[in-house]
């Protein structure tokens, strides 16, 4: 998942040898330390949603009868960290769903990532991130999607509805400094459709932020 990390990994160094008080600092070390610190960064993640049914339990399931339009049968409206104005300032989605049928049988299943309170399409119109529908068929509980998405919304430097949150940052001389660490509101919804008179049945939702590639 790296992105501004130079090696796209993390590089091993003895910072207790290399940051004597009586050894010059080399451009190595200062590359090295940079590309550790970007890295951290691109690889953080931070689980927005977590929900998650107990073994053979379900989370929730579409009706019998039903189910050949899509319904949005889940909805999360969680914080999401704007890390910097821009389309690269918002924290890449990374969703995984767990879901399988009752009986034989195709069930089909998107979802998008929307501004809390704006309209919601199971095509994705007007979506921040969305994931195209998939098709599967099991009939055991497993993961139909597992995916990062792009995030496509940007409205200028400093978007609407973008809330800061007050707090502090420690600093090195035992004080503190104000921070207002930025998000936005957002809401995930899930639709499934499917064919056949045999119910879907959703077990897994997994929704996380992180600030790799776009």
Known sequence: MSYTSAAAAWIESDLTTDTTADRPVSARLGLTLANNVNHLRDTCTQARVSHMAYVGETLISTDYAGGTQATPLLQ?????????????????PVLR????????????????LFLMGARQSASGNGAIAFWPETSFTNTSAAIVIQAAADVYWYHGSNPSGVMTFG?????SDGSSSKSAPRSVMVTLAIWVRHTGSSETRISLVNLREFSGPR
């Open 76 to 92: 999360y409206t969680v914080p999401w960290s704007v890390l910097a104005p821009g389309p690269r300032g918002f924290a890449r």
């Open 97 to 112: 769903v767990g879901a399988h049928r009752a009986t034989a049988g195709t069930s089909y299943l998107s979802a998008g």
């Open 167 to 171: 707090g502090t940052d420690p600093l």
